[in-house]
């Protein structure tokens, strides 16, 4: 019975990548405007750093285009990070690396791990929550893939959009967005304050700047 199972699994699986590779022939869809002209300024969010990513990393990454800076608060002396990488397609291999798997191998191993809803005017967004540690040190990572301005959390999820969008819509593209805030022990709470704050004021840029 379940030799059965698998084959028709597989079956399906193949069925999935066929008509994935059919529908999204040719399709490539442009970013409204660069990730390097995103604001310097997010509400109370200042830019303080640029990051640049390397191009070993690029290689590995394959993503179309890249954002990763640090912004602070002044005000309540906070820090986020923010990454992005978009992708115009998904047909030719590219795709987003879960932050599940290359946080381990990094050095940073998960202490807590769920999903969280986070307000964002309004509407909600549905976001995986990541507390970790390397060593001493602890973070707290926001991260999600976001679609044609549909916020997914599930990477099987994504994977079902993918396939669905690229037969009815010829798109494949998507993007990772991945937010980092410090979080020092027995202080998670006040980093999830500080997260949900720069969601909120990074959020709707984020989406204006990604493909609708």
């Given at each position: 019975m379940l030799n059965k199972y698998g084959r028709v699994l597989a079956v399906v699986l193949i069925l999935q990548?066929?008509?994935?590779?059919?529908?999204?022939?040719?399709?490539?869809?442009?970013?409204?405007?660069?990730?390097?002209?995103?604001?310097?300024?997010?509400?109370?969010?200042?830019?303080?750093?640029?990051?640049?990513?390397?191009?070993?990393?690029?290689d590995v990454l394959r993503a179309d285009d890249v954002l990763t800076r640090l912004y602070v608060d002044p005000a309540d002396r906070a820090s986020a990070s923010l990454f992005i990488a978009y992708f115009r397609t998904q047909r030719?291999?590219?795709?987003?690396?879960?932050?599940?798997?290359?946080?381990?191998?990094?050095?940073?191993?998960?202490?807590?791990?769920?999903?969280?809803?986070?307000?964002?005017?309004?509407?909600?967004?549905?976001?995986?929550?990541?507390?970790?540690?390397?060593?001493?040190?602890?973070?707290?990572?926001?991260?999600?893939?976001?679609?044609?301005?549909?916020?997914?959390?599930?990477?099987f999820a994504a994977k079902f959009y993918l396939v669905a969008d690229s037969i009815r819509k010829h798109r494949s593209d998507t993007a990772l967005i991945r937010v980092v805030v410090p979080a020092s022990a027995g202080q998670a709470a006040h980093a999830d304050e500080i997260s949900r704050s720069f969601v909120q004021a990074a959020y709707p840029v984020i989406k204006s700047y990604l493909p609708q």
């Amino acid at each position: 019975m379940l030799n059965k199972y698998g084959r028709v699994l597989a079956v399906v699986l193949i069925l999935q990548t066929i008509l994935f590779y059919a529908a999204s022939r040719g399709e490539s869809t442009p970013l409204a405007a660069p990730l390097s002209a995103f604001p310097a300024t997010l509400g109370p969010w200042q830019m303080a750093q640029e990051g640049v990513v390397e191009k070993e990393e690029m290689d590995v990454l394959r993503a179309d285009d890249v954002l990763t800076r640090l912004y602070v608060d002044p005000a309540d002396r906070a820090s986020a990070s923010l990454f992005i990488a978009y992708f115009r397609t998904q047909r030719t291999g590219q795709a987003p690396h879960s932050p599940k798997n290359c946080l381990p191998g990094s050095g940073w191993q998960p202490e807590q791990s769920g999903k969280v809803d986070i307000p964002v005017g309004a509407e909600s967004i549905h976001v995986n929550r990541y507390l970790v540690s390397n060593g001493d040190d602890q973070s707290l990572v926001i991260y999600w893939y976001q679609s044609q301005s549909r916020v997914i959390a599930d990477e099987f999820a994504a994977k079902f959009y993918l396939v669905a969008d690229s037969i009815r819509k010829h798109r494949s593209d998507t993007a990772l967005i991945r937010v980092v805030v410090p979080a020092s022990a027995g202080q998670a709470a006040h980093a999830d304050e500080i997260s949900r704050s720069f969601v909120q004021a990074a959020y709707p840029v984020i989406k204006s700047y990604l493909p609708q």
